[in-house]
């Protein structure tokens, strides 16, 4: 059954990839126009989803992300005319050039063909999702969390009807519609019709893919981040920066984890730090050397260096030079966002070099690593891996190419 | 032990990632040195393996795909130096431009850190391989075949030397000198160490790969490759492009195996074609239509249209149109080489458009599909999916990138 349905999603994507600009654009301007003549029946699915959340006892925290309400739903019909708005990547062709053999050979963007995305919550991450897909040529296949099932169905029949009324194929956007974990590792093994695994969740999430299947899976989306704070450093500049990166959001991945912090330094910039942080409500935890420098610090237990915090805690270890503190990095960062505040030109190009995490940031916040932050416009997701994408995906993640090698009755020799 | 072997390359892949064009170019200058000067012991080397490979019963051709001899260790020296004159893909800086958020962002070409590469008998991919692998900053694990293992630990232990004596971390090039089986998928699951695998082997190993491995596999090299007649195909050209590409090396993977022919011609092209064919020694299956036309083409079975030949075989089916081809490249080939023969512009474009394979032909051989006649230089593998790396991969496809922001104490807000 998973697999018919992929079959029509492959079907789909065959159309889509050689779909015009204007064609794409007319469908997702179909799809707006259907989210808003049709939001009454949206907010009433999204509102089943709320009860029987509520009934299943889930957390406030967890019913406000699932929530849509009507400035919600006009947040997302922004984001896709901004999305019509970008140019789009297909069909571009470069290095092209007539080779010593006589070959012209180019090579050209096109889609992948059928992306898989498996995410948690958010209903809005449906639309940008297949929107994204659709701006690019792709068919894709959405697997949802059980809790927005009901929202989830509705906007994949509003995309549908949009696909249809503008003449395309309805079955570009498939939704795994039975919550079943059992269809994930279905899905893991249909690399006959998917091109793509987006895993957009947590640890296990990853993991399960990872080990699971036999599609390229582009992880991601989880950060262990780190700053480092070098002896040059400008201590005001580096505690706005800190703060920023811990405070201003904390419960995303580009928010900042673990504070390095050169020796020579510790004594005069921590207890300034911490008074601020503290002052912000941060929790912080660290190194035995920093809690003789600042007693509201508590000291660091086994795992702490290795835990995305999610929430206003902060781990805090000093180290004795840049080498240790990107050693540090290198053992426990999950190459997500890394940054280093200094004055100093030499240690900033060291520890850019030596730091081999998707974003490595100078003198400036963690909170960057972002698809719009980034002028990417949207975002499909953050990948900490180093093959095809690295750190914020925008439209180009959803592409690969061909060449194209052209010749008159062009034979080898 | 395996795990420790990957943690050396892992901690040797930091050092390499931070050495300059000229260290690089020194490493594999020393290499070319040695390899010269112990010209001897690695034919010794090499001997040890022919002689355990005619004990065993290997076939001639088998055979002669391990041997080394004085002529091919100096192609190999060769490769070499071309290899040092090419420009150094890492460092590049690209895309960089202030944000309005006052993000000064770029990327810059990195590598990607340790890669592992399983294949199978000729000794020259080891040296291939490792220097591929060095010049763009990598480290690299190698397994090769049970058959080579002495020339291998002999070509190993000179690229050690050669690291060592230009003051590089010997522990860059590993190799698994082990034959057992099971070391392999024990380096399938080390995704903590090796950044990519690349399985340069049959359709077993690149599913044993694909479905063990955590860590990202780049499959490839295998090529069912179809040429289209079109009904306007220039009939003279089209003869010489296609017994090029079956005949002037079948034994490898963007040889051509099916040829698709439009109904219109099919009476007045195929005779021409069969008795060219036939005379250089190729034996045709074909559907019943074709079968009916031209007695020397016998009736293909059931697989044979999902066969990559790898000898002077060719399958061959009269299609209705221009889409019913595409629609048989989409289920039987490999996305490896397909291409049109054809004097109309616009089935040429069609064609290109609706056919997405790796490399996409108008009037060419499908043989060009490789590394050097694409003017990459050298090839690691000819990729066959679509992340990362389509078609011939050259070094581009061993690096990845980093995003780089700076600010002065910027944060977001």
Redesign the interface.
């Known amino acids: 059954m998973l697999e018919d349905l992929a079959k029509r999603a492959k079907n789909a994507s065959?159309q889509l990839?050689?779909a015009t600009t204007a064609e794409k654009n007319n469908a997702l301007e179909a799809i707006r126009r259907l989210l808003i003549e049709q939001e009454p029946d949206i907010l009433a699915a999204n509102q089943r989803d709320i009860t029987e959340g509520r009934q299943q006892g889930l957390s406030d925290a967890l019913i406000d992300r699932l929530l849509l309400t009507p400035d919600r739903l006009a947040g997302i019909c922004q984001d896709i005319e901004r999305l019509v708005a970008m140019s789009d990547p297909i069909g571009e062709e470069y290095q092209g050039?007539q080779?010593?053999?006589g070959?012209f050979?180019k090579k050209?963007t096109?889609p992948?063909?059928v992306i898989g995305v498996i995410y948690e919550a958010r209903p809005n991450v449906t639309i940008d999702i297949a929107c994204l897909a659709l701006k690019t040529g792709n068919a894709a296949i959405l697997r949802g969390g059980k809790e927005t099932i009901h929202s989830n169905k509705k906007l994949v029949a509003i995309i549908a009807e949009a696909l249809q009324s503008v003449g395309m194929n309805p079955e570009a956007v498939q939704l795994i519609g039975d919550p079943d974990r059992a269809y994930i590792y279905q899905l893991l093994k249909l690399?006959k019709y998917v091109?793509?695994i987006i895993p957009r969740g947590g640890q296990t999430l990853q993991q399960v893919c990872?080990?699971n299947s036999?599609i390229?899976?582009?992880t991601g989306g989880i950060g262990i981040c780190h700053l480092y704070v070098d002896e040059s450093a400008?201590f005001?500049?580096?505690i706005?920066?800190i703060?920023?990166?811990k405070v201003?959001r904390p419960s995303v991945c580009n928010a900042l984890d673990t504070l390095l912090i050169h020796q020579s330094i510790a004594a005069t910039f921590l207890p300034r730090l911490v008074s601020e942080l503290i002052q912000q409500g941060v929790t912080l935890k660290g190194c035995m050397q920093s809690t003789e420098i600042a007693s509201k610090i508590s000291l660091a237990g086994a795992d702490d260096f290795d835990t995305e915090w999610l929430s206003l805690t902060l781990g805090i270890k000093i180290v004795s030079e840049l080498q240790d503190a990107v050693e540090h990095i290198?053992l426990h960062s999950t190459a997500h966002s890394d940054?280093i505040?200094t004055q100093c030109l030499n240690a900033?190009e060291q520890f850019?070099?030596?730091v081999?995490?998707?974003?490595?940031?100078?003198?400036?916040?963690t909170?960057?690593?972002d698809g719009s932050?980034?002028?990417l416009g949207a975002e499909v997701a953050v990948s900490t891996?180093?093959?095809?994408a690295?750190?914020?995906m925008g439209l180009e993640a959803l592409t690969?190419?061909?060449?194209?090698?052209?010749?008159?009755?062009?034979?080898?020799n």
């Open positions: 065959y990839s050689v050039r080779l010593e053999n070959l050979l050209r096109v992948l063909g690399d091109d793509m990872v080990e036999t390229p899976v582009i400008d005001d500049k580096a706005a920066v703060s920023n990166a201003q290198r940054g505040l900033a850019v070099a030596r081999n995490s998707a974003a490595v940031y100078v003198n400036a916040s909170r960057f690593t932050q980034f002028g891996q180093k093959l095809h690295r750190g914020p690969t190419y061909k060449w194209i090698g052209q010749g008159d009755g062009l034979i080898r």
